[in-house]
């Protein structure tokens, strides 16, 4: 690791800090995270069954652990509906920070795909009602989401594309759709990894860096627990891709978090 400057600042855009992984942990790793430099994490959210979990912690460490409302495509089944009202109760009740982590995933399963698209169409209206960003989910799904978001273009959307793998093209037509970023983690440290090439041609003012934590944990650590402290190991990666000081990737970064999450 390059010597970094102790006044650079990380945000992390995307750690499921809650998560069961970090059970009886998340303070040790909240503080691994600022003695990294880290001193922001966005917490997506999932369902029902992890909120509670979500905003305990987030109020643990008010001004460092950021929580968002969403419902996670994955989480859609049956009780779809059950889960959206869940969710839409709790938009009052507690100061959130974004709609998300929301989407459409294909990878896992197309079984409730139309009750997918639906709920995700559901909560991008809420978020442009709220005046809130979203983190949207895309896997095996750019096309579809790109379509919805045409149709949505009325609702004047910015938000994250987390954990981004598409091509430059696709970010550029994202550009004409909304005010959008990419979120970059640990898969650009990945040895085929072909975002290490498409984000030479992103440029900087639209990268958010982010963990998912505990999942996707960059090298030298893949193969255990991803944690907010790891985001510099991902900043190292895309200094070097773009041939820029880990200061400059850690300054953009931070200044495009706060302004999307207006933090």
């Not at 909560?123 to 709220?130: D, F, G, M, R, W």
């Not at 895309?138 to 379509?147: C, D, G």
């Not at 919805?148 to 004409?176: M, P, W």
């Not at 931070?254 to 933090?263: H, I, M, S």
Request: proline content about 4%.
């Amino acid at each position: 690791m390059q010597d970094i400057h102790h006044t650079v600042e990380f945000i992390d855009t995307h750690s499921h800090l809650y998560d069961e992984a970090f059970t009886s942990e998340e303070d040790l790793a909240v503080s691994r995270a600022l003695e990294a430099g880290v001193t922001k994490m966005i917490l997506p959210d999932i369902d029902a069954s992890t909120r509670d979990a979500m905003f305990l912690l987030a109020e643990r460490h008010p001004n460092i652990l950021y929580p968002t409302l969403g419902l996670h495509p994955t989480s859609v089944s049956t009780n779809w509906r059950e889960e959206m009202d869940a969710m839409e109760k709790e938009v009052g009740k507690h100061k959130i920070w974004a709609i998300g982590e929301i989407g459409i995933d294909c990878y896992w399963s197309k079984e409730f795909l139309e009750q997918q698209k639906e709920t995700f169409r559901i909560q991008l209206e809420i978020a442009s009602k709220s005046d809130l960003p979203v983190i949207i989910h895309s896997r095996e799904s750019t096309e579809l989401i790109i379509n919805i978001l045409k149709d949505c273009k009325h609702l004047n959307l910015r938000g994250v594309f987390h954990a981004y793998s598409g091509s430059v093209e696709t970010f550029r037509e994202l550009q004409k759709l909304g005010d959008w970023y990419i979120g970059i983690g640990g898969v650009l440290t990945y040895k085929k990894a072909s975002i290490a090439e498409t984000v030479k041609d992103i440029p900087l003012e639209r990268i958010l860096l982010e963990t998912d934590s505990p999942y996707l944990t960059p090298v030298p650590h893949r193969g255990k627990r991803n944690e907010s402290s790891y985001i510099p190991h991902i900043a190292e990666k895309l200094a070097i891709q773009k041939d820029i000081g880990i200061e400059k990737v850690a300054d953009t970064t931070t200044q495009n978090a706060q302004r999307l999450f207006r933090l």
